[in-house]
């Protein structure tokens, strides 16, 4: 069985976790895609509900809310773009550049599924600023900021430069994929509006910006 979640970070509105790689989200089709993150946390959490995801492979902080109307604010965040994300990652050989910002629109590969794939003119936009934090031989560690929140966006962006991410099945070579037991993509941090679901009682402080983070395993 993969490893379960750790919760970061737990009050009575929201939860906080840092998801492992290999577990899924959300439950998937079919009977064999049930066990999920999600599922785990409601066992734990009858009242928890999703409000965003991350793929199966991908590790780092998600969180889910305990009430609708926390879900709610949550979902509008995300949906608004307020919500701030950055990811570690490796990727395969050396990046010329220090930095810079993919601007590629994706869509579904209804051809290929589950991959997505970059098409300008009917899919949707999606941006990525990426930083190099540092270089070895053969490999580049990257600090990304989705600006966006397409499925596979980061993935697909740095495969689009010529250098996808290490472990990777979908989108690099069978060479680079072989190149880590798991996808070298993690969330590592999570900066987001708390929920102002009781902004009358004095003793909670909301409106205010919470950060969380979760370290890089790899």
Known sequence: MTATFVT?????????????????AVPGRGPDLQDCLSARVQ?????????????RDTSGLLVM??????????????????VRKRYAAVVAGNIAADAGLV????????????????????GKPAQTRWRVIGRSSD?????????TGRSHQLRIHLASLG????GDPLYASPEVAAMAPRLLLH???????YPDEDARD???DCGRTVEFTAECPF
């Open 187 to 193: 969330a590592e941090r999570l900066a987001f509006t």
């Open 139 to 147: 490999r580049t560690r990257v600090e990304l900021e989705p600006i």
């Open 103 to 122: 601007d590629l629109a994706l869509r579904k590969d209804f051809d290929h599924p589950p991959r997505h794939m970059v098409d300008p003119e009917l």
């Open 163 to 166: 250098h996808p991410i290490l």
């Open 202 to 204: 004095p003793r909670v």
């Open 8 to 24: 970061v970070y737990q009050d009575d509105r929201l939860l906080v976790l840092d998801k492992p790689s290999g577990l899924l």
């Open 65 to 82: 809310a305990l009430t609708p109307e926390v879900q709610r604010q949550l979902n509008r965040q995300f949906a608004t773009r307020s």
């Open 43 to 55: 066992q734990a959490y009858p009242s928890a509900l999703v409000v965003h995801r991350l793929d």
